[in-house]
């Protein structure tokens, strides 16, 4: 999958083994570290990738250069998924200038304890490879604090770090005119439709919480113009920029589509009842809407869906005089996410006494989401009669109209 261009090589992997990404989030159709090549009368090698991949990753970077050297090595982000290799870079070419910018520096000494030949850039600054220029833009918190993005100007390419980044292994070329999603069972759809759901999930799982840094960093972009991108993560996108963009921007603004995210957690199957009757009423209604089960799931599906609804039912029993520990674990990442633009609903049953839908209820209002009910809360087994999903789906789809 090497040439990009005549100057741009790309030297990354796909990662089908690891299971559990940053030890939260699961890969069933894997992940790419990406890493690319800028050849001219100098060489930049951008980003690296993760620690399990060097003789791959070395591999690649020696097919493209034979016995040329790396001149420049820009770390964009220094998360180890794509900084562990600093210091075999370091190793295999001693003369390599590291380029990062501030708030780079420390994290390099602190994870490598490389403090020499490190030069620093700030917003705007350039350094020449010969034919051709890199110019360097912060983009602070997106989503950690020495993020910058690097355009190569002469050919309008951005290299974005985890930006446009999705989860998903990278099958049939890494640009988006032949790229498709490893292991999916559709070919037949276009590659940003192909790894949206991804996308979305990568997005809600690690940078969620950065939407505002993240419009801003989209506000300072718009001011360039891109005709390819290169993420540390899935495709290089050049026919799909427009969609990938304007995806980012969505997201990031929290803007959703009409629908429902029901996330649920039950100890013996009353609060999942109650779930699935919500679930049919609203189907029977025509409104559209995803179960998750928080026991049995990984939340990052659920995080994912609550980027893609614009409502937000939770279902949980007390326990403890509290909210069963899985669906608070789920509400407590939505709220840390920062996820705005919500309308919310609660249900759960007890067996003694309720305060699972009060207490979910005051988390969603703190999180400034609008309560569309005052939540149902019922004693003991599931019953129609106790727990009046019919009303419940007739408030939301009423609210979605
Ligand atoms: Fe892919 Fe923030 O590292």
């Given at each position: 999958?090497g040439?990009?261009?005549?100057?741009?090589r790309?030297?990354?992997?796909?990662?089908?083994?690891?299971?559990?990404?940053?030890?939260m989030?699961?890969?069933?159709?894997?992940?790419?570290?990406?890493?690319?090549?800028?050849?001219?009368?100098?060489?930049?090698?951008?980003?690296?990738?993760?620690?399990?991949?060097?003789?791959?990753?070395?591999?690649?970077?020696?097919?493209?250069?034979?016995?040329?050297?790396?001149?420049?090595?820009?770390?964009?982000?220094?998360?180890?998924?794509?900084?562990?290799?600093?210091?075999?870079?370091?190793?295999?070419?001693?003369?390599?200038?590291?380029?990062?910018?501030?708030?780079t520096?420390?994290?390099?000494?602190?994870?490598?304890?490389?403090?020499?030949?490190?030069?620093?850039?700030?917003?705007?600054?350039?350094?020449?490879?010969?034919?051709?220029?890199?110019?360097?833009?912060?983009?602070?918190?997106?989503?950690?604090?020495?993020?910058?993005?690097?355009?190569?100007?002469?050919?309008?390419?951005?290299?974005?770090?985890?930006?446009?980044?999705?989860?998903?292994?990278?099958?049939?070329?890494?640009?988006?005119?032949?790229?498709?999603?490893?292991?999916?069972?559709?070919?037949?759809?276009?590659?940003?439709?192909?790894?949206?759901?991804?996308?979305?999930?990568?997005y809600?799982?690690?940078?969620?919480?950065?939407?505002?840094?993240?419009?801003?960093?989209?506000?300072?972009?718009?001011?360039?113009?891109?005709?390819?991108?290169?993420?540390?993560?899935?495709?290089?996108?050049?026919?799909?920029?427009?969609?990938?963009?304007?995806?980012?921007?969505?997201?990031?603004?929290?803007?959703?589509?009409?629908?429902?995210?029901?996330?649920?957690?039950?100890?013996?199957?009353?609060?999942a009842?109650?779930?699935?009757?919500?679930?049919?009423?609203?189907?029977?209604?025509?409104?559209?809407?995803?179960?998750?089960?928080?026991?049995t799931?990984?939340?990052?599906?659920?995080?994912r869906?609550v980027?893609?609804?614009?409502?937000?039912?939770?279902?949980?029993?007390?326990?403890?005089?509290?909210?069963?520990?899985?669906?608070?674990?789920?509400?407590?990442?939505?709220?840390?996410?920062?996820?705005?633009?919500r309308?919310?609903?609660?249900?759960?049953?007890?067996?003694?006494?309720?305060?699972?839908?009060?207490?979910?209820?005051?988390?969603?209002?703190?999180?400034?989401?609008?309560?569309?009910?005052?939540?149902?809360?019922?004693?003991?087994?599931?019953?129609?009669?106790?727990?009046?999903?019919?009303?419940?789906?007739?408030?939301?789809?009423?609210?979605?109209?």
């Amino acid at each position: 999958m090497g040439r990009i261009s005549e100057r741009i090589r790309y030297v990354g992997v796909n990662d089908l083994q690891k299971v559990i990404f940053e030890g939260m989030w699961p890969l069933p159709f894997g992940v790419s570290y990406n890493s690319y090549l800028v050849i001219s009368d100098k060489v930049a090698l951008i980003d690296t990738v993760e620690a399990g991949f060097a003789a791959e990753y070395m591999d690649n970077i020696r097919k493209e250069l034979g016995d040329r050297k790396v001149d420049y090595l820009v770390v964009n982000h220094m998360e180890p998924d794509h900084s562990s290799l600093i210091r075999l870079v370091r190793e295999a070419w001693p003369d390599v200038r590291i380029v990062g910018n501030a708030k780079t520096v420390p994290m390099i000494k602190g994870y490598h304890g490389i403090a020499d030949n490190i030069h620093i850039v700030k917003e705007g600054d350039s350094i020449s490879l010969g034919d051709c220029t890199l110019t360097f833009y912060m983009a602070p918190m997106v989503h950690w604090p020495e993020t910058m993005v690097t355009y190569l100007n002469e050919e309008k390419t951005l290299f974005s770090g985890d930006a446009f980044g999705t989860f998903g292994a990278v099958d049939g070329g890494i640009q988006d005119q032949t790229a498709r999603l490893m292991g999916s069972s559709d070919s037949a759809l276009d590659t940003f439709d192909a790894f949206r759901d991804e996308m979305r999930r990568y997005y809600s799982n690690i940078v969620g919480k950065f939407g505002q840094t993240v419009q801003a960093a989209l506000k300072k972009l718009s001011g360039l113009e891109i005709s390819r991108i290169c993420a540390t993560h899935g495709p290089v996108w050049e026919k799909n920029i427009p969609e990938v963009i304007s995806y980012y921007d969505r997201l990031s603004r929290y803007d959703a589509d009409n629908g429902v995210c029901i996330a649920y957690a039950s100890m013996y199957g009353n609060t999942a009842a109650a779930a699935k009757a919500l679930a049919a009423a609203l189907e029977e209604r025509g409104v559209e809407c995803v179960l998750h089960n928080l026991c049995t799931e990984n939340v990052s599906y659920a995080y994912r869906d609550v980027f893609k609804y614009n409502t937000l039912v939770v279902g949980s029993p007390t326990y403890n005089n509290d909210i069963f520990p899985p669906a608070y674990g789920f509400m407590y990442g939505v709220c840390a996410r920062l996820v705005k633009n919500r309308r919310f609903a609660a249900f759960g049953s007890f067996t003694w006494a309720g305060a699972s839908v009060k207490l979910l209820n005051e988390m969603a209002s703190r999180a400034g989401m609008e309560l569309i009910s005052d939540g149902l809360s019922f004693p003991q087994a599931y019953s129609k009669e106790k727990c009046d999903m019919e009303a419940l789906a007739d408030k939301i789809a009423a609210s979605l109209k």
